[in-house]
């Protein structure tokens, strides 16, 4: 077992002991690893969702993880919308943080199909509810419908401004009160926090929570739904 509280040495023993956990769960660990080692792949898919091991980013990805598991205590969503499995990751999170929790994901990578039935499988039950296809259509839009109300919103797909402006107004037409932006700050370089920005100047949402982490991994921008 890896310890991963060094990276986080301000935080709690309970917040301690949970990420690492999470971190050495055996969904993330062992044969698992491949569908989060995203840099070599052997399908296309290039990113690797909301935890990365590799030596260059792992201290980020753990303090991205407390982060996410503080939020997660903090607001005690029972179903969420997300747009991006990609290794589920986010699922293992909210499932190991919270017990009681349902993710309604898309993904349009079809391996991750394989991946939601081995989570669900795991747990014994339908934790993970997958839409195969693009977040950034209609049909996706119209198939979040089915299964309001949300309490939470993840945003962890493509991160250009244009996708992302889509995603989120996806979360803010299904009145989803609170949407967590991955990939999203200051100086992290996607269109997710132009998007985001964009968004707040029109009055549809409110910056409300950062998690100030300058890097890609653990980057997290949370925002209040002003239309819900």
């Known amino acids: 077992m890896t310890d991963y509280s060094k990276f986080i040495s301000d935080e709690s023993t309970e917040i301690k002991a949970l990420v690492n956990n999470i971190l050495n769960h055996s969904l ?68 190991l943080t919270l017990g009681d929790v349902k993710v309604y994901t898309v993904d349009r990578v079809w391996e991750f199909t394989e991946r939601a039935k081995q989570i669900n499988e795991f747990f014994g039950e339908n934790l993970i509810t997958l839409f195969h296809g693009s977040s950034d259509t209609q049909e996706f ?54 998007s985001v920005n964009k968004l707040s100047d029109r009055g549809l949402v409110e910056i409300i929570s950062e998690s100030k982490i300058e890097s890609v991994v653990g980057a997290i921008t949370i925002l209040k739904n002003l239309r819900k």
């Open 141 to 194: 839009r119209n198939w979040t419908n089915n299964f309001t109300p949300y309490d939470f919103a993840w945003i962890d797909g493509n991160h250009t401004e244009e996708t992302s402006t889509f995603d989120i107004e996806t979360a803010i037409i299904n009145k989803v009160p609170l949407i967590g932006c991955d990939d999203c700050g200051p100086v992290i370089p996607t269109g997710v926090w132009d």
């Open 28 to 95: 993330l660990n062992g044969d698992n690893r491949k569908w989060v080692n995203h840099r070599n792949r052997e399908f296309d898919c290039t990113d690797g969702g909301c935890i990365d091991f590799y030596e260059d980013t792992i201290k980020h990805s753990t303090m991205g993880v407390a982060y996410i598991v503080k939020l997660l205590q903090k607001y005690k969503p029972k179903r969420i919308m997300e747009v991006g499995m990609n290794a589920g990751s986010f699922s293992i999170i909210a499932k």
